[in-house]
């Protein structure tokens, strides 16, 4: 199956920050709070030199099979079974975080929204946007993402700028009291995270400049961190460690407090927050929809992979809503489970993949 359309750089960078940032600016400051305490904004620090060598090998992989997908150049790798085998490890992993994406979505509007909404509507409404633009295809996919990613992050730095007068230094103190461990445990979860960045090994044969592949990959990354550290330190620095750990959806809680002195008229910003959020969650989904739909259509061989957009589509949405009986059997499993299957995906088949590679090279050269 061919894809027809083309991408630059500058949209695949955005296209990583899609898929990474809006689930982690979520739940981030909660689960390292909950775990390395005043000390949990180091968390983003330790995975961010993880998700910088994880991003570095799989563009670097994806290049040396310029075109070709991961599901497509696995094989040739390993063999026609093994490399199928990969393929399939990769298409789950692509829709395993559809799933949880799609759940993630209706908890955050059930519970500080809706709270009388079943989760079926939100993941419905969400799901068929991302249906729509997923149909549309890679171009249409990424050139909305631009826009909306960028409106988010300025929405960061305007979070940034808000709460920065209001932190309170003493709310990170004591320094490393409890040692590294702590923080090293909690760098778990966002260094799963960052390894999302593996998807550029689906993008690179649709860039039209594919020398870039490395620089924005790493790039995005760096933008992840940036943002995270941002809201982390912002969260932690105005309700303290303790509370921020009691909160889900810690970063929304902080939003809610901030008030504009002489701007009475100017409240609910955490209206226009969350509509940019739900604008940013939209396009996580579409992209890791769009690259599992593409991913399972190339390993079958398929012509197109519109025809199993809408069938695949509705049976993750009933997934979605009966895998977990509440939440906070999938927040337990969010900040779990999770981390550790993607984690061991990304990281460890990504890693085998590029051993492989560099042995296979290593063979060629000596025989040349």
């Given at each position: 199956?061919?894809?027809?359309?083309?991408?630059?750089?500058?949209q695949?960078?955005?296209?990583?920050?899609?898929?990474?940032?809006?689930?982690?600016?979520?739940?981030?400051?909660?689960?390292t709070?909950?775990?390395?305490?005043?000390?949990?904004?180091?968390?983003?620090?330790?995975?961010?030199?993880?998700?910088?060598?994880?991003?570095?090998?799989?563009a670097?992989?994806?290049?040396?099979?310029?075109?070709?997908?991961?599901?497509?150049?696995?094989p040739s790798?390993?063999?026609?079974?093994?490399?199928?085998?990969?393929?399939?490890?990769?298409?789950?992993?692509?829709?395993?975080?559809?799933?949880?994406?799609?759940?993630?979505?209706?908890?955050?509007?059930?519970?500080l929204?809706?709270?009388?909404?079943p989760?079926?509507?939100?993941?419905?409404?969400?799901?068929?946007?991302?249906?729509?633009?997923?149909y549309?295809?890679?171009?249409?996919?990424?050139?909305?993402?631009?826009?909306?990613?960028?409106?988010?992050?300025?929405?960061?730095?305007?979070?940034?700028?808000?709460?920065?007068?209001?932190?309170?230094?003493?709310?990170?103190?004591?320094?490393?009291?409890?040692?590294?461990?702590?923080?090293?445990?909690?760098?778990?979860?966002?260094?799963?995270?960052?390894?999302?960045?593996?998807?550029?090994?689906?993008?690179?044969?649709?860039?039209?400049?594919?020398?870039?592949?490395?620089?924005?990959?790493?790039?995005?990354?760096?933008?992840?961190?940036?943002?995270?550290?941002?809201?982390?330190?912002?969260?932690?620095?105005?309700?303290?460690?303790?509370?921020?750990a009691?909160?889900h959806?810690?970063?929304?809680?902080?939003?809610?407090?901030?008030?504009?002195?002489?701007?009475?008229?100017?409240?609910?910003?955490?209206?226009?927050?969350?509509?940019?959020?739900?604008?940013?969650?939209?396009?996580?989904?579409?992209?890791f929809?769009?690259?599992?739909?593409?991913?399972?259509?190339?390993w079958?061989?398929?012509?197109?992979?519109?025809?199993?957009?809408?069938?695949?589509?509705?049976?993750?949405?009933?997934?979605?809503?009966?895998?977990?009986?509440?939440?906070?059997?999938?927040?337990?499993?969010?900040?779990?489970?999770?981390?550790?299957?993607?984690?061991?995906?990304?990281?460890?088949?990504?890693?085998f993949?590029?051993?492989?590679?560099?042995?296979?090279?290593?063979e060629?050269?000596?025989?040349?």
């Amino acid at each position: 199956m061919r894809e027809e359309g083309r991408i630059s750089s500058y949209q695949a960078m955005n296209f990583i920050i899609a898929i990474i940032l809006p689930t982690a600016i979520l739940v981030l400051p909660s689960l390292t709070a909950e775990r390395a305490a005043e000390n949990a904004w180091l968390s983003p620090v330790i995975a961010f030199v993880l998700g910088l060598g994880i991003a570095y090998v799989a563009a670097s992989l994806a290049l040396r099979f310029p075109d070709k997908t991961v599901i497509q150049f696995a094989p040739s790798l390993l063999g026609p079974v093994l490399g199928k085998i990969v393929g399939l490890v990769f298409i789950g992993y692509f829709f395993f975080i559809t799933i949880v994406v799609q759940r993630e979505f209706a908890e955050l509007m059930t519970n500080l929204f809706y709270d009388r909404t079943p989760n079926i509507v939100f993941v419905g409404l969400l799901t068929g946007l991302a249906v729509y633009v997923v149909y549309k295809g890679l171009e249409v996919l990424a050139r909305v993402n631009d826009i909306i990613i960028l409106l988010f992050l300025f929405s960061i730095l305007f979070f940034l700028v808000v709460v920065i007068k209001d932190l309170r230094p003493q709310a990170f103190l004591p320094f490393l009291g409890e040692g590294i461990g702590p923080v090293v445990f909690s760098a778990i979860p966002p260094a799963a995270w960052f390894a999302e960045a593996v998807v550029i090994m689906m993008l690179v044969p649709f860039l039209q400049d594919k020398g870039k592949a490395i620089k924005a990959n790493i790039a995005a990354v760096t933008i992840v961190f940036l943002s995270l550290m941002i809201i982390t330190v912002g969260t932690i620095g105005i309700l303290g460690s303790s509370e921020t750990a009691t909160f889900h959806f810690a970063s929304f809680a902080v939003v809610r407090r901030i008030e504009f002195a002489g701007l009475e008229f100017f409240q609910r910003q955490d209206a226009l927050f969350m509509a940019l959020w739900v604008g940013a969650m939209l396009m996580k989904l579409g992209a890791f929809f769009y690259v599992g739909v593409l991913a399972l259509s190339q390993w079958f061989n398929l012509r197109s992979y519109r025809p199993i957009i809408v069938p695949l589509a509705t049976f993750f949405t009933v997934l979605s809503v009966q895998s977990w009986d509440s939440f906070s059997e999938f927040a337990l499993f969010t900040g779990q489970t999770v981390p550790l299957v993607i984690g061991s995906v990304a990281y460890g088949v990504t890693l085998f993949l590029f051993v492989v590679a560099m042995l296979r090279r290593k063979e060629l050269d000596g025989k040349a």
